[in-house]
């Protein structure tokens, strides 16, 4: 079982850069799979992206692709989401997720643990 945290959300202007930060309890944070998914206000739980064990496999959203970066740490059981050229769009609760397999599938159903969330505000 891994228990995560995100951090690092907040308000921020059209075309500003965030980093989220998502750190994971255990030490076998290196068996899970990760992935960021993001839910805006009445809207249902979306892929963003999804970096295997190894953190060689590597997946984005087209809406993302270019401007978001996922990466990990497995030494400090963290895994990032670096994001660039933040759009108004991009609003929305942040979380991130795990599940104990190679693959990383889109759907937010394959993965089985979850943080709580963090906010992302962008203004235009």
């Known amino acids: 079982q891994v228990h995560l945290v995100e951090s690092g959300g907040g308000l921020v202007q059209a075309g500003d850069s965030l980093r989220l930060s998502c750190a994971a309890s255990?030490?076998?944070?290196?068996?899970?799979?990760l992935g960021w998914f993001c839910q805006a206000p009445g809207k249902e739980r979306e892929f963003v992206a999804a970096i295997s064990r190894d953190g060689v496999g590597i997946d984005y959203a087209d809406s993302v692709r270019g401007r978001f970066t996922i990466s990990r740490d497995n030494a400090k059981n963290t895994v990032y989401l670096r994001m660039n050229s933040l759009k108004p769009e991009d609003t929305a609760v942040y979380y991130c997720a795990a599940r104990d397999m190679w693959d990383i599938p889109r759907a937010s159903n394959a993965y089985i643990y979850w943080g709580q969330g963090t906010q992302v505000t962008v203004s235009s």
């Open positions: 255990g030490r076998t944070f290196g068996h899970y799979s």
